[in-house]
């Protein structure tokens, strides 16, 4: 298990190591990944150095930058493929082309901008957390969010993954530059929970050829929608406007990033299992820490092996307290029981006597 246990002081009464294996119906028993979407983007701006340190801070297993191409060919951490929802572009440049495509700004001109917070929650602060980097919420490059996550990993002894998206589905260049990139700062399939992911269910077996042909083989993860076929079940390719049957994309996919509705319920996740695919929800956005524990609970008993959050501390905490409320049985719960039952006879008797 790769979080510490909630408290449980049960003093000198020893545990039955055999619960913790039946703890999780994930794919591999372990506790569901915290999938830091955007970064800690329910707390600080979206894909920003501050705000994916955070996440790292929180407790998130996984950072995720979704990935777009600037003019001069360079990968930045940007949701959208043009600039103005989240940044101050508007205050500081004309528009090109009639918008604001990334693809239509170079990286110097995209570095002078500021990522502004989005969204009911998110905030240019957090209490108690100060970024380590001089400009924290400025575009960052894929470059800079491997640094920052390699350099954590580093520090901490953790294999913290990460979870680039190729936003531009099905484009060759992109998906081999990601991979270049990657390797070249050795996400090469050695770091665990390191997954990439696309919309393009094209794209992804793309993805995974190039990755046979340069020797990596991270998990390539298929986005879309759970569609229930009636006699099987599929993901909506949101690309192509297609459906591709589970058992296709087990053939070139080891995990699936799912919309949280459409027909994605515990059967699809255990028919995904049974053809080896994880299952990775999205989005969790809850408002607050009960609204979390709502959110993540039937996701949790259906056996959902990542949660994409917005809010990783929200996620993290509910994982401790599912695994501080799912007590072990004592090892010695039948000794204690033969004993109570033995100081019950003892008063029957001395009552009678
Ligand atoms: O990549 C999984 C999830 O992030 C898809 O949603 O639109 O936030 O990239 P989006
Ligand atoms: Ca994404």
Redo the contacts with the bound molecule.
């Keep these: 298990m790769k979080r510490t246990l909630g408290a449980i002081a049960l003093g000198l009464i020893s545990m039955a190591p055999a619960h913790a294996a039946t703890l999780y119906n994930t794919l591999d028993g372990e506790a569901p990944l915290i999938i830091a ?2 970064g800690a983007s329910g707390y600080l701006p979206e894909h920003t150095l501050g705000g994916y340190e955070l996440a790292l801070q929180m407790g998130a297993d996984v950072i ?1 930058p ?1 990935l777009q191409t600037t003019a001069d060919g360079e990968l930045v951490a940007m ?1 959208d493929s043009t600039l103005d929802r989240t940044t101050n572009i508007e205050a500081l440049f004309a528009p090109r082309n009639g918008g604001y495509r990334v693809s239509d700004f170079t990286l110097a001109e995209i570095k002078s901008l500021t990522v502004e917070p989005t969204g009911a929650t998110a905030s240019t602060s957090y209490d108690g957390f100060t970024p380590s980097m001089a400009n924290p919420y400025r575009v960052p490059t894929f470059q800079e969010v491997m640094d920052l996550v390699s350099a954590y990993n580093a520090t901490t002894g953790k294999q913290i993954g990460i979870y680039p ?1 190729a936003k531009t589905p099905n484009s060759l260049a992109m998906n081999e530059k990601i991979l270049q990139e990657m390797k070249a700062n050795g996400f090469d399939g050695s770091v665990q929970n390191t997954f990439i ?1 696309t919309f393009s269910h094209e794209g992804a077996r793309q993805l995974a050829d190039l990755q046979v042909e340069m020797g990596m083989d991270n998990a390539i993860a298929a ?1 879309g929608y759970a569609i229930d076929l009636g006699d099987g079940f599929g993901v909506y390719d949101a690309t192509t406007g297609g459906v591709t049957a589970l058992e296709d994309l087990a053939g070139f996919a080891d995990g699936l ?1 799912l919309y949280l509705g459409y027909d994605l319920d515990a059967a699809f996740i255990a028919a995904a299992h049974a053809l080896g695919l994880t299952v990775h929800g ?2 969790f956005r809850p408002t607050s820490d009960e609204a979390a524990w709502d959110m993540f609970l039937p996701w949790i008993e259906a056996g959902m092996d990542g949660f ?1 959050t917005d809010y990783s501390l929200r996620g993290v905490e509910v994982l401790d307290r599912y695994e501080a409320s799912e007590v072990p049985v004592p090892a010695t719960l039948p000794l204690m029981l033969a004993g109570l039952g033995g100081l019950a006879m003892l008063r029957r008797r001395r009552a009678a006597a």
């Design positions: 979407h955007r995720e979704d949701h998206e992911q986005l990033g999205w989005t994409f």
